[in-house]
C-alpha cells in the first residue's frame, strides 16, 4: 500500500467542470509518470455541503452537458494514452468521491478549489475542505494561490516542512520516495518558532532536533536537502515556497477539524495562500500503514 501511495495505480479527479483546465495538465503528469488508471467524478446537481445541504434534482440538460465536459476530459486523457472512466451521479460530491476512492481503491485523490471570501481572501471550497478531512489517502489539491499550476505539473523541486514530533519519520520517508518517483529534489524545511527559541533548554532542543533531522535525512535515498528557519509556521512555509519556488509542497497534517472550522489548521491555510499545488498527507495515512505492517507481521 506504501509503494501505491508513491506510484498509485488509481488516481480519483474530483471536478465541478469549471477547473478542467487547472486540473488536466496535473492528471496527465502524474497518470504518466505512475501508469495510474484515472477516474474523474462529478457530482451532478450538488449545490452546498453542511448542515443545511440544498439539493435538486438535475435536469436533463444539466446531466447532458456534465456527461459532455466529462466525455470531452476522458477524451482529451485517452488521446495521450491514459486509461479513464467518468462518473457522474446525483448527490453530496464528498459521499459520491469517497464512495469511488473506496470501489475502486484509489490511492490519490486530485481536486482544485479556487473559492474566495467575501473580502477576496483566498479560501478552501467547502467541497475540497470536506475531501481533505474525510478522505484516507494522499491528497493533492490545487489551491486558489496556484494561479500558475500548470507549470509545476512534473515536479522538479518539493517543498515538505517537518516539525521533530508524531510520524515525520514516515511522512519524511514517503515525502522522498514521492520525490524519487518522479526525479525532483526534496528539501525538508525545518521550522523553529520563536516564542520556543527562548529560555533555559532553547538552544538544546534545537540541536537536538537539528540532529535528529540531519540523520533522518542521512538515513533516506536521495538525501533531501535539509533547511532550518525561525518563523511562524505558516508564514515561514509560504515564505519559503515563494522564495524557493518549489513545484509541490508536500504537507501533513493530524487534526481533525468540522469543515466548516478548518480555516483555523495551518494545512488550511497554506493550501489556501500556496502557489503551487499542495499534496496532503492526513495522519490517518500513516495509522492506516502501521495496521497493515501490523497485520502483515502477525500472518507471516
Same mark, same amino acid.
Given at each position: 500500500?506504501?509503494?501505491?501511495?508513491?506510484?498509485?495505480?488509481?488516481? #480519483?479527479?474530483?471536478?465541478?467542470?469549471? !477547473?478542467?483546465?487547472?486540473?488536466?495538465?496535473?492528471?496527465?503528469?502524474?497518470? =504518466?509518470?505512475?501508469?495510474?488508471?484515472?477516474?474523474?467524478?462529478?457530482?451532478?446537481?450538488?449545490?452546498?455541503?453542511?448542515?443545511?445541504?440544498?439539493?435538486? !434534482?438535475?435536469?436533463?440538460?444539466?446531466?447532458?452537458?456534465?456527461?459532455?465536459?466529462?466525455?470531452?476530459?476522458?477524451?482529451?486523457?485517452?488521446? #495521450?494514452?491514459?486509461?479513464?472512466?467518468?462518473? &457522474?451521479?446525483?448527490?453530496?460530491?464528498?459521499?459520491?468521491?469517497?464512495?469511488?476512492?473506496?470501489?475502486?481503491?484509489?490511492?490519490?485523490?486530485?481536486?482544485?478549489?479556487?473559492?474566495?471570501?467575501?473580502?477576496?481572501? &483566498?479560501?478552501?471550497?467547502?467541497?475540497?475542505?470536506?475531501?481533505?478531512?474525510?478522505?484516507?489517502? @494522499?491528497? *493533492?489539491?490545487?489551491?486558489?494561490?496556484?494561479?500558475?499550476?500548470?507549470?509545476?505539473?512534473? @515536479?522538479?523541486?518539493?517543498?515538505?516542512?517537518? &516539525?521533530?514530533?508524531?510520524?515525520?519519520?514516515?511522512?519524511?520517508?514517503? &515525502?522522498?520516495?514521492?520525490?524519487?518517483?518522479?526525479?525532483?529534489?526534496?528539501?525538508?524545511?525545518?521550522?523553529?518558532?520563536?516564542?520556543?527559541?527562548?529560555?533555559?533548554?532553547?538552544?538544546?532542543?534545537?540541536?537536538?532536533?537539528?540532529?535528529?533531522?540531519?540523520?533522518?535525512?542521512?538515513?533516506?535515498?536521495?538525501?533531501?536537502?535539509?533547511?532550518?528557519?525561525?518563523?511562524?509556521?505558516?508564514?515561514?512555509?509560504?515564505?519559503?515556497?515563494?522564495?524557493?519556488?518549489?513545484?509541490?509542497?508536500?504537507?501533513? *497534517?493530524?487534526?481533525? *477539524? @468540522?469543515?466548516?472550522?478548518?480555516?483555523?489548521?495551518?494545512?488550511?491555510?497554506?493550501?489556501?495562500?500556496? @502557489?503551487?499545488?499542495?499534496?496532503?498527507?492526513?495522519?490517518?495515512?500513516?495509522?492506516?500503514?502501521?495496521?497493515?505492517?501490523?497485520?502483515?507481521? =502477525?500472518?507471516?
Amino acid at each position: 500500500m506504501w509503494t501505491d501511495f508513491v506510484s498509485p495505480r488509481e488516481i #480519483v479527479v474530483a471536478s465541478d467542470l469549471t !477547473d478542467t483546465g487547472i486540473l488536466l495538465p496535473h492528471v496527465v503528469a502524474q497518470a =504518466q509518470a505512475t501508469g495510474a488508471r484515472v477516474t474523474i467524478v462529478h457530482a451532478v446537481g450538488n449545490t452546498s455541503l453542511g448542515s443545511s445541504i440544498r439539493m435538486f !434534482d438535475p435536469s436533463r440538460d444539466e446531466v447532458l452537458i456534465a456527461q459532455r465536459i466529462l466525455h470531452q476530459m476522458e477524451n482529451s486523457l485517452k488521446s #495521450v494514452g491514459i486509461e479513464c472512466t467518468v462518473v &457522474a451521479k446525483p448527490g453530496l460530491a464528498v459521499d459520491i468521491v469517497n464512495a469511488e476512492i473506496k470501489r475502486i481503491g484509489a490511492a490519490r485523490l486530485i481536486i482544485g478549489t479556487h473559492s474566495h471570501g467575501p473580502a477576496g481572501q &483566498a479560501m478552501i471550497g467547502c467541497v475540497a475542505n470536506a475531501l481533505l478531512q474525510t478522505a484516507d489517502i @494522499p491528497v *493533492f489539491v490545487i489551491g486558489p494561490g496556484a494561479t500558475n499550476s500548470a507549470e509545476h505539473a512534473r @515536479p522538479r523541486r518539493i517543498l515538505h516542512p517537518v &516539525a521533530i514530533s508524531g510520524q515525520y519519520r514516515e511522512s519524511a520517508e514517503l &515525502a522522498t520516495e514521492i520525490a524519487a518517483c518522479y526525479r525532483a529534489n526534496l528539501v525538508l524545511l525545518h521550522l523553529i518558532n520563536p516564542a520556543g527559541a527562548t529560555g533555559f533548554y532553547a538552544n538544546e532542543i534545537a540541536t537536538r532536533d537539528q540532529a535528529a533531522l540531519e540523520t533522518l535525512s542521512s538515513s533516506l535515498t536521495p538525501r533531501p536537502e535539509v533547511v532550518t528557519e525561525y518563523g511562524e509556521v505558516v508564514p515561514e512555509i509560504l515564505n519559503s515556497a515563494k522564495t524557493s519556488m518549489p513545484d509541490w509542497i508536500i504537507m501533513g *497534517f493530524s487534526h481533525d *477539524f @468540522p469543515w466548516w472550522s478548518m480555516q483555523n489548521n495551518q494545512a488550511y491555510q497554506v493550501i489556501a495562500e500556496s @502557489p503551487c499545488p499542495v499534496l496532503a498527507l492526513h495522519n490517518r495515512i500513516f495509522t492506516r500503514m502501521e495496521h497493515c505492517s501490523e497485520i502483515t507481521a =502477525q500472518s507471516a
